[in-house]
Every structure is written in structure tokens, then in C-alpha cells.
């Protein structure tokens, strides 16, 4: 018990600003604090499609901005995009097609996947060219790096940062042991 109470705690809780995924009565919420251009944010989403298979209706998933722009290039524009997707109804969407193309994250390529998913192009375009979403970005670093978040992926159980590996069976096991 004490190796848990000696875990970095999620310092700002969920909330309104949150993209959140799951009931909200979902006895266990993880919290993820990704970069688009990341490979091991990439790897992880892959095993959170089988982590949200598997548990179901038992887990509310939130996922917060923390681009490591220092190494990803593309990492904090791609942020931008899926906040400016998110405003029109379709960040997951965008979210999932982010980390499906995690080596074509250019302004063309975003533009592109805003045609795909059938969004108003121009007004995405706008938002992108304004970064009208840069302070929601820049507000889930912070509140991350609060949180004691250092590098990519991170992931926060029941408000406690997870420490193990991030493949489907950890995560899965890790979830059932905080219900």
C-alpha cells in the first residue's frame, strides 16, 4: 500500500475540458497524457482499442495534450488539429486517425484527414492558422507536468500514476486490481 501512496497523483482533476470517452460513473477513469507523434503513444493506443474491448463500460478514458515538441516536431500542430476537430464533434475521430498515420503529420496531411472526416475544411484551416486551440494544448502540459508527467505516454488510474507497462494485459489487470 505504501508503494501506491508514494505514486505522482493526478494533480488537475477530470473535467469539463477534458475529451473523455466511458460513463462517467465507470468505477475506474485513466487518464492519458499523449503525443501524437510519439511511437509509444502509438503503441499504447493500439493496446487501449483491446483495453476498452475488454473492460467495457467499467472504464471513463480521458486524454490530455502533452507534446514533446523539443523531439516531435509535428507533435504540437497534430495537438491542434485534433482540438480543432474536437470543436466540430469529432476529436476522437480525428484522435484515432492522428495515431494511425503517426509518420504523416505535416499541415497538408492534417488538412487531408480534415477532408476525411468531413469537416468544415476551411474553418478547421483557420483554426489551425490562428492555433485558436493553443491554450488548451499548453493547459494539459502544464496540468501534466504538475502531475509530475516527464515523458510519453503516461497514464494516470483512479488519479494514480501507473508505473507498469502500457501493452493490453498490464493495462487490463492494472484496471481490474483499481475497481
Known amino acids: 500500500m505504501s508503494a501506491l501512496l508514494d505514486r505522482p497523483r493526478l494533480t488537475v482533476p477530470v ?7 466511458g460513463p462517467a460513473a465507470a468505477p475506474v477513469t485513466m487518464v492519458e497524457y499523449g503525443d501524437y507523434e510519439c511511437p509509444y503513444c502509438g503503441m499504447a493506443h493500439r493496446s487501449l482499442k483491446e483495453v476498452e474491448r475488454a473492460v467495457g463500460d467499467d472504464l471513463r478514458f480521458v486524454f490530455r495534450h502533452f507534446p514533446l515538441a523539443q523531439i516531435h516536431p509535428h507533435a504540437f500542430q497534430a495537438a491542434l488539429a485534433a482540438e480543432a476537430a474536437g470543436a466540430q464533434g469529432r476529436f476522437w475521430e480525428m484522435h484515432d486517425m492522428l495515431y494511425s498515420n503517426q509518420d504523416r503529420l505535416d499541415a497538408r496531411d492534417l488538412v ?3 477532408q476525411l472526416l468531413g469537416l468544415d475544411v476551411e474553418r478547421f484551416t483557420d483554426d489551425l492558422a490562428t492555433r485558436r486551440y493553443e491554450q488548451k494544448v499548453r493547459q494539459d502540459f502544464m496540468s501534466g ?6 515523458g510519453t505516454p503516461t497514464f494516470f488510474i483512479n488519479g494514480v500514476r501507473h508505473n507498469g507497462g502500457y501493452d493490453a494485459p498490464t493495462l487490463i489487470q492494472a484496471i481490474r486490481e483499481a475497481m
Do not use: I, M, T, W
Not at 15 to 21: F, L, R
Not at 145 to 150: C, L, P, Q
Open 15 to 21: 473535467n469539463e475540458n477534458d475529451h473523455v470517452k
Open 112 to 114: 487531408l484527414f480534415a
Open 145 to 150: 507536468v504538475r502531475s509530475g508527467v516527464n
